[in-house]
């Protein structure tokens, strides 16, 4: 058990194209939207698909690979970490937000199989 931490895998499809920036340090970062699905039969015996949408960061040469490669769409493994963090909004009040940090990217997908 010792060797349990803090790690998230996830597989899903890019919810939109990766916002890409340049910090004040000249470290890239870049934000997206990653959505997974969960497809299960209720009680009733119907098909439930249930999607969950992540708020995922990429630092450094990540970064740069989800920049190149990555656009709405596009399905990936990735893994990380969670992040929470807050901040304060235009009206004062302070909001909290949940995110996944990536270390490691995996393009899935047929038109990622040629490169």
């Given at each position: ?35 997974t699905k ?78």
């Open positions: 058990m010792y060797a349990l931490k803090n790690k998230v895998q996830l597989i899903g499809n890019l919810g939109n194209n990766p916002e890409v920036k340049t910090l004040e340090t000249g470290k890239k970062m870049a934000r997206f939207s990653m959505a969960e497809v299960f039969r209720n009680a009733k015996g119907e098909k439930v698909v249930e999607t969950q949408w992540h708020n995922i960061v990429a630092f450094g040469k990540v970064a740069d690979i989800v920049e190149k490669y990555l656009q709405k769409g596009t399905e990936m493994a990735m893994e990380g970490k969670l992040i929470n963090r807050s901040y304060i909004d235009k009206e004062g009040n302070k909001k909290y937000i949940t995110e996944v940090q990536v270390n490691e990217v995996l393009l899935l997908g047929k038109e990622n199989a040629k490169a």
